[in-house]
């Protein structure tokens, strides 16, 4: 039995990060990019690990789609969630808490956030316009993490590598 790390991402960071955990982790490990990618047979799985950026206060919309479309196979197995996002601590966490379907959330046996990178030079028109807007209230990038968190990650490897 193997484990499957399934992502989304917008601008690659959240891949940068799912392909970190990648490397920490025991066994055979597969990686399914949903932007690109679909799959449709979970049940050779033992852990399934699903992780996407957070835009917006949402869970990028692929990512939440494919929990919804899967809750029942997903509730059967070992699950680890984690978010690419540029909040952390406990604005963090709640963004975790609130992207993912509760029943889960709940069922989860790790969630964390692992860092997050606004790369203004890809970001399109819009995503820009949007920055700047937020940074002038409350703010995503002056709170921002522009690095991996490796800590979390190495956390979430273990947890994952031992249950
Ligand atoms: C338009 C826009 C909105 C964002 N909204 C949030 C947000 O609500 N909360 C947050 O923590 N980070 C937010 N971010 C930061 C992204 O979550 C972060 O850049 C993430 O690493 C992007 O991952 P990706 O490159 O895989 O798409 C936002 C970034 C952009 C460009």
Redesign the pocket.
């Known amino acids: 039995m193997s484990t499957l790390i399934i992502?989304?991402?917008?601008?690659?960071?959240?891949?940068?990060?799912a392909i970190t955990l990648e490397n920490k982790l025991e066994g055979k490990v597969d990686m399914i990019n949903l932007e690109n990618e679909s799959i449709n047979d979970l049940s050779n799985y033992e852990k399934i690990i699903i992780g996407?950026?957070?835009?917006?206060?949402?869970l990028?919309k692929n990512v939440r789609q494919f929990c919804m479309n899967n809750m029942n196979i997903l509730l059967s197995k070992k699950i680890g969630l984690f978010?690419?996002?540029?909040?952390?601590g406990d604005?963090?966490r709640k963004?975790i808490k609130n992207a993912f379907p509760e029943k889960l959330y709940n069922k989860a046996l790790v969630k964390n956030?692992f860092?997050?990178?606004?790369?203004?030079e890809?970001?399109s028109f819009?995503?820009?316009?949007?920055?700047k807007l937020?940074s002038k209230s409350d703010n995503?990038t002056s709170?921002?993490n522009d690095e991996i968190c490796m800590d979390n990650i190495d956390r979430f490897a273990d947890v994952i590598n031992n249950c």
């Open positions: 992502y989304g991402t917008k601008y690659n960071f959240t891949e940068k990060c996407g950026p957070i835009y917006a206060g949402q990028r978010v690419s996002c540029s909040m952390t604005d963090a963004q956030y860092g997050g990178k606004v790369n203004l890809k970001a819009f995503d820009r316009l949007i920055i937020v995503i709170n921002r």
